[in-house]
């Protein structure tokens, strides 16, 4: 597993990380995952941090995740703010995720620094 997710109870958000290589498996559990302890926590606020991530999945695989995201029932009052991978190679992924996101109807926003993430998911 390339990722972990965790309640942040004290900003009542939840912390994803991805780590090395991230195939469409990883991202569909990793989805299906965030969704139900998003239902359990009643949390709409997703801090996603991408520094490390290495995509070993295609573009249709990232691009269907919004889809995934409805079919979970996630409140679609939700907001993900994602900290940009270093990798040149990963940061065409999650733009590509972020316009997919915002096509669909979700919040998503891209971000340089984990503190200015954290602070949009907290002043919104």
Known sequence: MSWTATYDEANRLIGIVF???????????????????AKTRQVTRFLIDCRRIEFAAGN???YGLPAQYE?????????????????????PFVELYEVACQNRGWLVK?????TDAIAWLLTQ
């Open 110 to 114: 891209i971000f340089d620094e984990r």
């Open 60 to 62: 249709t695989d990232i």
């Open 19 to 37: 780590d090395g290589a991230t195939t469409a498996q990883d991202l569909r559990e990793n989805a299906s995952h965030v969704s139900a302890l």
């Open 71 to 91: 079919r979970e029932s996630l409140d679609r009052t939700s907001r993900g703010a994602i900290v940009r991978p270093v990798s040149k190679a990963a940061q």
